[in-house]
């Protein structure tokens, strides 16, 4: 066994010191298979996979088994086509109900969009590679119940955010998934594991999450700088919370719907992002600079700015943040509430607003942030399989947003995270934004109703779509099936398909088709019974969820165990 690298197209072993192995496979120009089908070798460097293995001669296709397990997966779709892809989504494939009304209401919208690389081209030289992009859950919606409301039984959503709704409605899918795997009537996303009973994602297969905002809580603290042109309204001192959405953004008193008042000229969509220095120019006068997209609203350090746009750090004013809603949980530093952009704490975990009664459901960005090292199956679905589902990127619509902040909110905060179990990790998790705006956001509304009369609320619905053969539509209004009488609850028809009761149900109706001689060694050293019990049992998972409250969590508010009891 000797150090080797491997190209895919070329079927050749190369060792060090033997010269880039792309400029003696293929003539100036052409794509190597291994550096991720990023482009001509005239353009970028070649990034070869390096491992131990034989110096032999492999096919291709045998080689691209090998890469695809060991090579960083390659980038083949854009932030703008997932983006569209989700919207044409939305719009075709989802009904009218649970839509806003047109010119009164605005929602939410995330998704997961599974991308699969195919290795049908590898054995024919300067084919590219096939990819295909797939909607597989969607969720709309910008409410959450108080605590009062919740209830025992777990036949309510607690938390109906678009970002909440897309992840329950992903773990129908995987939970059909692992059906399909488990019963082998058809193709599955899942392979079977090294262990008994348990399964692995195939290697060929990743997911993208798109949200059409930024997450709620700490992503969407964004820095304002001075005369920076948004696509939403500024913050103003006087102004008031709005708890009603993702990003809550403070709604300034002067009129919006002026178009040819001085706000209203800042707020234009379409138009580069200006940063205007405290008045002074690189020539003596005062002028405003263009900064690029990448720094939009972007940086809370002025360094960053200087960076990319040569002005002194000293020059760069924030005047104010965007700001959210979400309440710092208690245990935590709480908000200075300073006027300007001193208001928040950045990096603290909170808890998403309620209508005079408090919720228990924590912020987007925390939730996101926890799925990035537990993974997105949750705690049932870890029975089955030999590491958690994570995502690979993150692809946020156009809307005010923060590089920089979406790094801190979703990644950093947990990134000194150490001595998970096994399979567990912090994923590196790509983030982008699209420059595609959703149609039915509160911005795009506001901008298409100008002067109309009226307010403008954000829609009482939440939509859950899962790509499985039954049922794959939910619409829920205040936690149950829309259209759900105080008489009803309680019955089957008001329980959401997405309910914990629900998810449950579809775990069970799993195993039980299974024999037990096939089931996992965690499902078969003690007799369970309840949710809870059930959830417990997977002990990887629960000591990495313990592992990450006591190093970066320690004030993530939980139910107490009482609500987890149902059978």
């Not at 120009?29 to 291994?34: F, L």
């Not at 008042?261 to 002074?280: E, Q, W």
């Not at 539509?473 to 105080?486: C, E, H, I």
Request: net charge positive.
């Amino acid at each position: 066994m000797r150090q080797t690298f491997c190209c895919v197209r070329g079927r050749a072993a190369w060792r060090p010191g033997a010269g880039c192995i792309c400029e003696k496979l293929g003539s100036p120009g052409s794509e190597c298979a291994v550096k991720g089908f990023r482009g001509p070798l005239s353009q970028q460097p070649c990034m070869l996979v390096q491992s131990h293995i034989p110096e032999w001669h492999v096919s291709s296709a045998r080689l691209w088994l090998l890469v695809r397990a060991l090579a960083p997966a390659p980038t083949m779709w854009t932030a703008d086509e997932i983006a569209q892809l989700c919207y044409e989504h939305y719009a075709i494939r989802l009904p009218k109900q649970g839509k806003p009304e047109p010119n009164r209401q605005w929602t939410l919208l995330a998704a997961v969009v599974k991308i699969q690389f195919s290795d049908q081209a590898c054995d024919i030289p300067d084919k590219p590679v096939q990819v295909t992009k797939e909607v597989v859950s969607m969720g709309t919606g910008t409410k959450c119940i108080g605590q009062s409301k919740m209830r025992k039984s777990g036949d309510i959503l607690n938390d109906s955010h678009a970002e909440v709704i897309a992840r329950r409605s992903f773990q129908r899918y995987l939970t059909h998934q692992l059906h399909l795997a488990a019963t082998l009537k058809e193709d599955s996303i899942f392979v079977p594991g090294s262990q008994r009973g348990l399964w692995k994602l195939r290697p060929d297969f990743s997911f993208v999450f798109f949200s059409s905002h930024t997450p709620c809580g700490d992503a969407s603290i964004i820095p304002m700088l001075e005369f920076e042109e948004q696509p939403c309204c500024p913050v103003s001192n006087n102004s008031s919370v709005e708890a009603t959405g993702n990003l809550e953004v403070l709604k300034n008193k002067r009129n919006c719907g002026d178009l040819h008042s001085p706000l209203a000229k800042k707020m234009r969509l379409g138009t580069p992002a200006r940063l205007v220095t405290n008045g002074i120019g690189h020539h003596g006068k005062q002028e405003s600079v263009p900064v690029t997209p990448d720094v939009n609203s972007s940086n809370l350090t002025g360094e960053r700015l200087a960076t990319v746009t040569g002005i002194s750090p000293h020059d760069v004013k924030v005047v104010d943040i965007y700001r959210t809603g979400a309440k710092c949980v208690p245990g935590e530093a709480g908000d200075s509430r300073k006027p300007g952009a001193a208001y928040h704490q950045v990096g603290l975990l909170r808890v998403k607003p309620g209508r005079g009664d408090r919720t228990c459901s924590m912020s987007c960005s925390d939730k996101v942030a926890r799925w990035n090292v537990l993974g997105c199956q949750g705690a049932l679905l870890m029975h089955f399989l030999e590491e958690p589902i994570y995502l690979s990127a993150v692809v946020i619509g156009k809307c005010p947003y923060s590089q920089e902040v979406m790094q801190r909110a979703l990644i950093e905060r947990c990134q000194k995270v150490s001595a998970l179990p096994k399979g567990f990790r912090v994923e590196e998790l790509k983030i982008q934004q699209s420059n595609l705006q959703f149609e039915q956001s509160r911005c795009a509304v506001q901008a298409k109703r100008g002067d109309s009369p009226g307010r403008l609320v954000p829609c009482g619905a939440a939509i859950s779509w899962s790509a499985v053969p039954e049922h794959p539509l939910d619409v829920t209004a205040n936690g149950f099936p829309q259209g759900t009488t105080k008489k009803g609850i309680g019955s089957l028809q008001a329980r959401s398909q997405i309910s914990k009761m629900e998810l449950f149900r579809s775990f069970q109706k799993l195993l039980s088709r299974i024999a037990e001689d096939k089931w996992p060694d965690s499902l078969r050293v003690q007799k369970l019974d309840t949710y809870h019990e059930y959830k417990e049992a997977a002990s990887a998972y629960q000591e990495a969820w313990s592992t990450l409250r006591e190093q970066a969590f320690g004030s993530w508010i939980r139910n107490p165990s009482d609500y987890h009891q149902f059978k």
